[in-house]
Each structure stands twice: as C-alpha cells, then as structure tokens.
C-alpha cells in the first residue's frame, strides 16, 4: 500500500555504483543496499573515498582511483575496504571489488568519479552517509566532520552520464559527538520536503539476510582490528535493539562516553541528492579545491565569514536533539 519514493525512483535502473559518502567505514553502511539490490538481478559496484595514503594495486584506471580486490596487499593496521572484501570472499563465499577514490579535493575526486562512471556505464549513483553530517548545508550550529561528505556529493551531482543521483543517511545523532544537531538535521530535511528533494525513509531490520551480511562485517572487523568504526557499530546495535549506553562492539575511545543507541539510528533517510547540492552553501569556493588541505581552508574561511556576520544559525538550548 505505502512504498518509499526512493524504491520508485531507482527501479527502472540496472546498473548501479553505490559509494561510502564520507570514506573510511561510510561502505560498510551500504552492505544491505548493495546485496539487496544484486539480489533482485541489478549490476552494483562499489566504491568510497579512502583514508588509505597508499595502496599497493596495479589495478588503477585513473591517477586518483584505484580496484580494490581480495588479492590486493593486505595493511596490518587499518584498511576497511581491503576488509571487506576478505570478509565477502572468506565468510560470504562473494567475490566484492571496491573501487577506491583518492582523499583529495573536488577537482581530483570528481575526476575521478567520471572516469569511473564512464568505465561502468552506471546508470544511477547511490552514496550512503553513516551519520547525518552530509546534511549540514553550511550556517548550522555545527558542521561535524563535512569535508569529505561534500566533496562526494558535489562530486556526484556534477557527473554527466548517470540518470539517477542518490544520497542516503543513516545513522541519526551518531554524530552528535562532532557537535552535529539532530534538531537542524531535521530541520534540513524538512527544507527539502518542500523542494521534493526529500524521498522517504526505510529502516535496517536484524532478520533480514542482507542486514545480516552488514552485521557479519562489522563482528568480523572488530575481531580482527584494536578500532573498529564507533559509526557503524552504534547503527548495528540499533539494529539489534540495542538502547542508551550500548557499549558492544565499540573500541576504547568509547570508554569514557555515554551513548545513545536508539531506533532511529538504523533508518535509512533517502534525498535526491541534486537537490542537495542546491542547498550546499560554499560550493562555489569548494569547487576550486584541488587537496584536501584545500577543502579544510574553504570550509574554515567559509564559517569564520559567517561568524563574523554573526549569521550562524544557534541550536535551541531546551532541545535535547
């Protein structure tokens, strides 16, 4: 009877690239999308924007962007996408190539993105944010960690050939730490309500075999490395009912911390993803970048700008989100 308009969206399409948004663990978030999606007979690729600052592969199609498969040097110490691909082939019996893109500016990562898209013949582009940081469009109260979020989605929106462009964000106030406000992320979605830039929501189940292979990868990390991803581990045990001071899973740096794990942390928030790189207050400047040093700057002169002219939108302090 009711059917999120995402569904609707992406079901003409056959071929698909589904990217972590803001690199690092953000794939991880994608596992069930990615399965669900190979399941129903649709053609996904996978790729994120790594930390990685070298990978040993001969296995490059463009200067910045790199294939990653369970044959690829392995890193001793932290190497997500390597991961999961040895997870996929040693625990799910899949064979998974990431595709990798350098930590750069918007100039390199866009270039990087097209290549790819072109190589691929995709048809649509899905990024999944774990957290809600993707969301803050400039003058919030606090930004989180945006860098490389917007890089992705400015990214993403300006790639010619793909019909479909998508940004998903699950994993509401984990990253309240970062300072993000899940009343101006509600806010923010609410905006895109009336610009129908906003395209539903659908929630991670525990029984469910694909949010399972997603709750697999996060177990089978967290035995293998001292730090696992705080992010997705907090949006597992939402999956699993965890509440309030869940502390499964996590790492140390959670030691001194009071979590709150809830439900809504593993709803899965849909956007037509143009519509919010409309919104994206610094996109121009942003545009420029070429390093990520240079991605830093634009957003440090961006906010000392808006404090100046005292226009940063201030949080209501009864709020508890």
């Not at 199609?61 to 990653?68: E, G, I, P, R, S």
């Not at 998974?96 to 918007?106: H, K, L, M, P, S």
């Not at 965890?242 to 709803?267: A, C, E, K």
Request: charged fraction near 25%; glycine fraction near 6%; aromatic fraction near 12%.
């Amino acid at each position: 009877m009711f059917q999120c308009r995402f569904l609707k969206e992406i079901e003409q399409y056959n071929k698909f690239l589904v990217c972590g948004c803001g690199g690092g663990f953000d794939v991880y978030s994608s596992i069930p999308l990615v399965s669900t999606l190979r399941s129903l007979g649709k053609t996904v690729e996978v790729g994120n924007l790594t930390f990685m600052r070298q990978i040993d592969t001969k296995s490059k199609l463009h200067d910045q962007l790199y294939k990653v498969t369970s044959k690829t040097k392995e890193d001793p110490y932290y190497f997500p996408e390597r991961d999961l691909v040895e997870y996929a082939k040693n625990i799910l019996n899949e064979e998974w190539t990431i595709w990798v893109f350098a930590r750069e500016g918007y100039k390199h990562v866009s270039q990087a993105y097209q290549a790819l898209v072109d190589h691929l013949e995709t048809e649509c582009v899905i990024i999944v944010d774990g957290g809600t940081d993707s969301l803050m469009f400039g003058d919030e109260d606090r930004l989180g960690t945006p860098e490389e979020d917007i890089v992705s989605i400015l990214s993403v929106a300006d790639l010619k050939g793909p019909q479909c462009k998508v940004l998903i964000s699950v994993g509401f106030n984990v990253d309240s730490f970062h300072g993000v406000r899940g009343y101006q992320f509600l806010e923010n979605v609410s905006s895109l309500i009336k610009t129908d830039g906003y395209w539903g929501l659908f929630q991670y189940y525990k029984d469910d075999p694909n949010v399972k292979k997603y709750i697999g990868a996060l177990d089978y990390i967290t035995k293998k490395r001292e730090t696992n991803s705080i992010v997705n581990c907090s949006i597992v045990n939402s999956i699993e009912g965890g509440f309030g001071n869940d502390q499964r899973r996590m790492d140390y740096r959670t030691n001194s911390s009071v979590l709150f794990i809830n439900p809504i942390m593993s709803v899965c928030w849909c956007f037509d993803l143009l519509k919010v790189s409309e919104r994206i207050m610094y996109k121009k400047q942003l545009k420029k970048t070429v390093t990520r040093l240079d991605v830093q700057r634009v957003i440090v002169k961006w906010r000392k700008k808006l404090e100046k002219k005292k226009k940063i939108k201030k949080h209501p302090q009864k709020l508890i989100c």
